[in-house]
T-cell receptor, first 116, second 110 residues
Framework: NAGVTQTPKFQVLKTGQSMTLQCAQD?????MSWYRQDPGMGLRLIHY???????DQGEVPNGYNVSRSTTEDFPLRLLSAAPSQTSVYFC???????????????FGNGTRLTVT | RKEVEQDPGPFNVPEGATVAFNCTYS??????FFWYRQDCRKEPKLLMS???SGNEDGRFTAQLNRASQYISLLIRDSKLSDSATYLC???????????FGQGTTLQVKP
């Protein structure tokens, strides 16, 4: 049971380049989400999904796109990278929040992205 | 005002001490509450869920105060290995959003 798999672990981009961060989970979780973590800012929600075909914006969605074509996968796309997107990105999944007492998030190992 | 607020610390305590962290949330209809632990440059990991009646897991005790809209984490008999950042997480009511606090850093010294 792999849990949440995130790739790549490290990435360096030039300003204006595009890329996709991959996230896959094998726990049949309905809920998947992307966070970014910056020093002094904590984890901030970028986008989330409560099921295949359904996505919604989090706290800091600008500059990022997502899609959820299957239950297992939730890729995050940076269409035109900017230095402000330098951060550590975490994908996380769980059963639907609020549906059962305690639906803890399972995190991937993170992607460290630098945009120059 | 942030939706979920924590004192970032750091809290510096000696081994064996008891330390408590609070976390306040602004949405009174929030439904689920958690404490996560994050070690430097690693992914957060669930420490414990917070139940309405309060709950304990070994040296760790979590409490929820809905009237005052805060949750707390108490760590007894601190160990060096407890040094980490502790993140408060709240489920925004009627949405799929799990919102994190900034985190509280704990340093346990010998």
């Amino acid at each position: 049971n792999a849990g949440v798999t995130q790739t790549p672990k490290f990435q360096v981009l030039k300003t204006g380049q595009s890329m996709t961060l991959q996230c896959a989970q094998d726990m049949n979780h309905e809920y998947m989400s992307w966070y970014r973590q910056d020093p002094g800012m904590g984890l901030r929600l970028i986008h989330y999904s409560v099921g295949a075909g359904i996505t919604d914006q989090g706290e800091v969605p600008n500059g990022y796109n997502v899609s959820r074509s299957t239950t297992e996968d939730f890729p995050l796309r940076l269409l035109s990278a900017a230095p402000s997107q330098t951060s550590v990105y975490f994908c996380a999944s769980s059963y639907l929040p609020g549906q059962s007492l305690g639906s803890p998030l399972h995190f991937g190992n993170g992607t460290r992205l630098t945009v120059t | 005002r942030k939706e979920v607020e924590q004192d970032p610390g750091p809290f510096n305590v000696p081994e064996g001490a008891t330390v408590a962290f609070n976390c306040t949330y602004s949405n009174s209809a929030s439904q689920s509450f958690f404490w996560y632990r994050q070690d430097c440059r690693k992914e957060p990991k669930l420490l414990m869920s917070v139940y309405s009646s309060g709950n304990e897991d070994g040296r760790f005790t979590a409490q929820l105060n809905r009237a005052s809209q805060y949750i707390s984490l108490l760590i007894r008999d601190s160990k060096l290995s407890d040094s980490a950042t502790y993140l408060c997480v709240v489920n925004r009511a009627n949405t799929g959003k799990l919102i994190f606090g900034q985190g509280t850093t704990l340093q346990v010294k010998p």
